[in-house]
């Protein structure tokens, strides 16, 4: 079964830095990787889109929020992804959810999404 998992969140004070880190593994079949996405989710708030990526022609697509502060990039086995957050704002508090985009052969194409991790930005 295919795993998603997130690593790098934590607190950071205003205009701090934080990289989140992603990984898809568990893969028993060839496939194909479409795209990797973050998402965030604050409380009392929907899920929104903040960054993608889609592969394997690196093309990114950034949240309004998000532009000029984040950068989203693959790794080279494009099962990897990062978001390196710049500028951070109270506003940015959130779980930051990791969501890949892929198909194995013989099998439709789907997406999973890792579990989540906390980005606090407080002074």
């Known amino acids: 079964q295919v795993q998603v998992v997130e690593s790098g969140g934590g607190l950071v004070q205003p205009g701090g830095s934080l990289r989140l880190s992603c990984a898809a593994s568990g893969f028993t079949r060839s496939f194909s990787m479409y795209a990797m996405s973050w998402y965030r989710q604050a409380p009392g708030k929907e899920r929104e889109l903040v960054a993608a990526?889609?592969?394997?022609?690196?093309?990114?697509n950034y949240a309004d929020s998000a532009k000029g502060r984040f950068t989203i990039s693959s790794g080279n086995a494009r099962t990897t992804v990062s978001l390196q957050m710049n500028s951070l704002k109270p506003e940015d508090t959130a779980v930051y959810y990791c969501n890949a985009d892929f198909r194995e052969i013989g099998l439709g194409r789907r997406a999973s999404w890792g579990q989540g991790t906390q980005v606090t930005v407080s002074s």
């Open positions: 990526i889609t592969l394997p022609s690196g093309s990114t």
